[in-house]
């Protein structure tokens, strides 16, 4: 399937659930210490650059490549469609969002050992609404809110924009 398939595929769904976990994580985030955020243009190049390009590529490369990486794999195997393969199948995807999350934050300092824990619940929420709605607006939208929600609750305190100093 291609890439604009992909994003057509129930995209109702796909935004729908996006926009109710981007709630979620946001509220998230503003539970957090608040810091000061840029002005001007550093506020509009955080935006775009933290927000739009960062939030994308974590919803690319934490969610949606390892999903469809296994989806594809299990389903050129010849796999079945009946109910139990498709538990497998949703199983074996979370796995590998969840082991490409914890190899990628494990990088930070300061999220080796329990702090890891957040980052790996966060993605997968936004996994599992991935995996219910089948289409890639819900994870990219999230991350995409999640980020901008860090660039405007103050960058220094925010755990969603890594590395801080420990």
């Known amino acids: 399937m291609d890439a604009s398939a992909h994003l057509r595929q129930h995209w109702h769904a796909g935004l729908l659930d996006a926009i109710m976990l981007s709630l979620i994580i946001v509220w998230g985030v503003l539970r957090q210490p608040a810091s000061a955020h840029p002005q001007g243009w550093m506020l509009v190049f955080a935006l775009v650059w933290l927000g739009l390009v960062y939030g994308t590529l974590d919803g690319l490369f934490l969610t949606v490549m390892p999903v469809l990486a296994v989806q594809q794999m299990l389903e050129a195997r010849g796999r079945g469609d009946d109910g139990a393969a498709r538990c497998a199948r949703m199983g074996a995807s979370m796995g590998a969002s969840l082991v490409v999350t ?18 790996l619940i966060c993605n997968a929420m936004i996994t599992s609404g991935y995996l219910v709605t089948g289409n890639a607006i819900t994870p990219l939208v999230a991350h995409i809110a ?16 890594p590395p801080h100093s420990p």
């Open 102 to 119: 914890a190899a990628y934050y494990w990088g930070f300092v300061e999220f080796r050992g329990a702090p890891i824990v957040l980052p």
């Open 146 to 161: 999640m980020h901008m929600a860090a660039v405007l609750h103050g960058m220094e305190t925010t755990v969603q924009l």
